[in-house]
C-alpha cells in the first residue's frame, strides 16, 4: 500500500521535530563542531518536504496529482483553478520571512566577499543567521506549518 501524501507530510513534520530537538542536545562526537548544523539542516529539510507534501496534498483534494515545490508554482500549474488554501499559502510565501526562508534555503554556504584564502585553505563564511536560525525559530516554524495543516485539512473536510 503505497503512503498517502498526507501520511507523508505528517512524517516530515514528526523528523523535523525530533531534529529540532537534536538541536538541543550535547552534540554527538562523532559529528563535532558540525553537529548542530547537521541537526538544523536535516531539520529545515524536512519542514521543506512537509510542506511540499500538504500542498500536493491540497492538490489531491482537487483531483489535480500536481507536485509544486512551493504555492506560486501550484497557482501556475493549477492554470487559474482557485483553491483558497493554495492562495492563502501563496500569500504568504511572499509576506511571511520565515516561509520565503524555508523555500529559499538551499543549505550552500553563503558566498560573499568574506570568502577567501587562508595558509592555501579555503574559507567558507557562516551563514548569516536568519528566520530558520536557531532552536526556538525551526520549532515556532514546525508549530506554525502544523496549525497550518489541520486548519487547511479541516476546511477540505468541509468540501
Known amino acids: ?6 501520511a507523508h507530510a505528517n512524517l516530515q513534520l514528526f523528523l523535523a521535530r525530533k531534529c529540532i530537538e537534536c538541536l538541543g542536545l550535547d552534540p554527538d562526537p562523532f559529528w563535532g563542531e558540525h553537529g ?3 541537526a538544523r539542516d536535516h531539520a529545515i529539510f524536512h519542514l521543506q518536504l512537509a510542506y511540499r507534501c500538504h ?7 482537487q483531483q489535480q496529482t500536481l507536485r509544486p515545490s512551493s504555492a506560486r508554482q501550484a497557482l501556475e500549474l493549477l ?6 488554501e493554495i492562495a492563502e499559502l501563496a500569500e504568504k510565501e511572499s509576506y511571511q ?4 526562508a524555508l523555500l529559499d534555503e538551499n543549505f550552500m554556504p553563503a558566498v560573499s566577499g ?3 584564502f587562508v595558509d592555501r585553505n579555503d574559507l567558507i563564511p557562516v551563514t548569516v543567521p ?5 532552536q526556538s525559530a525551526l520549532s515556532g516554524i514546525a508549530d506554525e506549518l502544523a496549525s497550518l495543516f489541520a486548519r487547511h485539512r479541516d476546511t477540505q473536510q468541509e468540501y
Do not use: F, H, K, Y
Not at 492554470?79 to 483558497?84: F, L, T, V, W, Y
Not at 536568519?130 to 536557531?134: I, K
Open 1 to 6: 500500500m503505497a503512503a498517502s501524501v498526507r
Open 36 to 38: 548542530e548544523m547537521i
Open 55 to 61: 500542498l500536493a496534498d491540497l492538490c489531491e483534494q
Open 79 to 84: 492554470q487559474g483553478e482557485q483553491i483558497p
Open 97 to 100: 520571512e520565515w516561509l520565503s
Open 114 to 116: 568574506g570568502a577567501g
Open 130 to 134: 536568519n528566520a530558520l536560525s536557531g
